[in-house]
């Protein structure tokens, strides 16, 4: 029997695109190692979003080429989009597939070797990559929508990932059955730009979630991976206020809390439209999670509107920040402009930021303390069952068992170091 291992960057739609590859190998007849060790075939699901994604993806492939040199050498995904001729010059790669062809790497590994088309991908149809069974025991991810045609400045997903395009709402209805019935409680809707699933018609986002919400029994919990302020429409606040499955936390991309940087970054919208959004979702969910990603150090950023971004993201009061220092992307708008900062401002002022997400978090986990909370365990270790609520605040609590993949309603007694504490309200599996 073949075997594989498989190294996954960047995202959770390539963390999903590597588990569908894995489950169609091993039902291929393959069987899974791990990427320290020797294997025939290694597969680099790689990212190109930043700098150190890029140079994370070519220090795998060099590792798997280390580790075996007459293993087959499969690289896949979007550093292949964007940096095609770099890879060309590595004799060693058996195996290139960019943004398209994905559905069809068992067939290529099966052939030996290929080099599918990887030209302009700004016109292309949604791969549906079967998933029946997610590794993760409680939560899985489904890939609902892939490409961008947003074109940020700062971005390089629209040249790597290709045009908006998404699955017909009965296939992912479909594949969520499966993983309901494989035991999963939690799904997390992904994609690059899930607010616009099927956009311009009425099989959109609130229309696949009511999909979801009435016809997968089982279905626990419905988060949505990450989605933009201008696209949590009236319809999604609506649906979440008449059905618990869906979770109540929404990861808002904010990039930056000055006007000016948000417009050279070329961002649909202005930091008080963003503000007054949040303020909306707030009155009808006084306790959800709104969390963001940040990115310090854009071109031209000046120590004002830098300060301008931490006062923002405090009034805000965001559940917790991802931070980014500024990554320059060949072939983006935002590499032609002047006034580039160098990497020891961008990490001083990332580190402030990131200290600034630490206490901002502290501040919401610390809300929950005297309430109760409904917690799906995920792990338990040393006597401790640790796992998340709806909010994604972590909370652990004293056990003699395991509880995992299990849902209890939990007190929270006190915060500490990151997460909060509770006890069991009763010893009943919520239903």
Known sequence: ?????????????????????????????????????????????????????????????????????????????????????ELNDIDRIDLLIGAKHKSKLVEYIQQGQGYPDINDQRDIMFENLPLKQY???????????????????????????????????????????????????????????????????????????????????????????????????????????????????FHIPLQSGCDTVLKRMNRPYTSDEFYVRIQEIRQRFPLISISTDVIVGFVGESEEEFQTTVAFVEKCRFSFMHIFPYSM??????????????????????????????????????????????VLFESFQKGIATGHTGEYVLVSVISDESMNNQCHRVWITHHKQGRNYGVLVKKVVES
Not at 11 to 33: A, D, R, W
Not at 58 to 71: L, P, T, V, Y
Not at 159 to 184: C, I, Q, T, Y
């Open 135 to 249: 590794n993760h025991q409680t939560r899985a991810f489904l890939k609902i929508q892939d490409g961008c045609d947003q074109f940020c400045s700062y971005c390089i997903i629209p040249f790597a990932r290709g045009n908006e395009r998404w699955a017909p709402s009965d296939d992912l209805v479909e594949m969520a059955k499966g993983l309901v019935r494989n035991g999963h409680k939690e799904i997390v809707l992904s994609g690059i730009h899930i607010g616009r699933y099927g956009k311009d018609s009425r099989h959109d986002l609130s229309h696949l979630l009511k999909r979801l919400i009435d016809e997968v029994d089982g279905l626990r919990r419905i988060r949505l991976s990450s989605i933009e302020i201008t696209e949590i429409t009236p319809q999604l606040l609506d649906l979440m206020t008449s059905s618990e499955k869906i979770v109540r936390h």
């Open 329 to 374: 992307r060949a072939n983006t708008a935002a590499a032609l402009m002047s006034g580039h900062l160098d990497a020891i401002t961008k990490k001083a002022r990332s580190q402030i930021l990131i200290e600034k997400s630490n206490l901002l978090k502290m501040r919401y986990d610390m809300q929950f303390v005297n309430k109760e909370v409904s």
């Open 1 to 85: 029997m073949k075997t594989f291992a498989i190294a996954t960057l960047g995202c959770k739609v390539n963390t999903f695109e590597s588990e569908s590859y894995i489950e169609s190998l091993i039902s291929s007849g393959y069987q899974l190692v791990d990427f320290k060790g020797p294997a025939d075939i290694y597969i680099i699901n790689t990212c190109s979003v930043t700098n150190t994604a890029a140079s994370k993806s070519r220090q795998k492939i060099h590792q798997a080429i280390r580790q075996n040199a007459d293993a087959m050498i499969c690289v896949v995904g979007c550093y292949v989009q964007t940096n095609q001729d």
